[in-house]
């Protein structure tokens, strides 16, 4: 597809399982990143990958949140020993090359529901 | 640290006028300033961005401007349609760092 793809769309698990989110980026792009919307609020930073490596992982919440993109393409974000307070929207974006005036486009989020 | 606000949180207006949304940041030092809308259970689409060294950008009825001395922009509306009933957000990308950094966003509605 031509746009950020992501999925599942919706997930539901109970705490304490641990889940797994995907993010395919527009074809050809360098940079991708992870942001976490919770209701009513704005995207807020997680990680940043250029190609397969993770250069800022500064905004994860904790060592449960793990991130990779192996191969610098498709990327997986992991939440283990998932918490109620880990619900929320989880956007991936990707942007064309390593730029700071290129523009981030985004997927239609996965809605994390946490019971 | 980098913080956005926007204002207002929410905005009704009746169709076919101009309308104004404001944004503000805290630090000066920014690579671009992008506008995004978001509906209801969607990511968000990419309206406009303006790089640092850029006062405004135009796209069709949309115009964005950017003050960053004031840590400024606003995005004008011309026209207002019911389809442009969305969340607006505004984010920002500092110096030595690609990630946005976002505002709360106002919710718009356009009344028909």
């Known amino acids: 597809g031509a746009g950020v793809s992501q999925s599942p769309r919706y997930k539901v698990a109970k705490r304490g399982q641990d889940v797994a989110l995907r993010c395919d980026p527009i074809?050809?792009?360098?940079?991708l990143f992870w942001y976490q919307q919770a209701l009513g609020q704005g995207p807020e930073f997680l990680t940043y990958?250029?190609?397969?490596?993770?250069?800022?992982k500064s905004g994860l919440p904790s060592d449960r949140f793990f991130a990779e993109r192996p191969e610098g393409s498709v990327s997986t974000l992991k939440i283990q020993r998932t918490q109620q307070e880990d619900s929320a929207v989880y956007l991936c974006?990707?942007?064309?090359?390593?730029?700071?005036?290129?523009?981030?486009?985004f997927g239609d989020g996965t809605r994390l529901s946490i019971l | 640290k980098q913080e956005v606000t926007q204002i207002p949180a929410a905005l009704s207006v009746p169709e076919g006028e101009n309308l104004v949304l404001n944004c503000s940041f805290t630090?000066?030092?920014?690579?671009?300033l992008q506008w995004f809308r978001q509906d209801p259970g969607k990511g968000l689409t990419s309206l406009l961005l303006?790089?640092?060294?850029?006062r405004e950008q135009t796209s069709g009825r949309l115009n964005a401007s950017l003050d960053k001395s004031s840590g400024r922009s606003t995005l004008y509306i011309a026209a207002s349609q019911p389809g442009d009933s969305a969340t607006y957000l505004c984010?920002?990308?500092?110096?030595?760092?690609?990630?946005?950094?976002f505002g709360t966003g106002t919710r718009l509605t356009i009344i028909p």
């Open positions: 974006a990707s942007s064309l090359d390593r730029g700071y005036n290129q523009p981030q486009h």
């Open positions: 074809s050809g792009h360098v940079s």
């Open positions: 990958f250029q190609n397969e490596a993770q250069l800022d």
């Open positions: 630090d000066s030092a920014i690579y671009n």
């Open positions: 303006i790089q640092s060294s850029q």
């Open positions: 984010a920002v990308s500092s110096f030595g760092n690609e990630k946005l950094t």
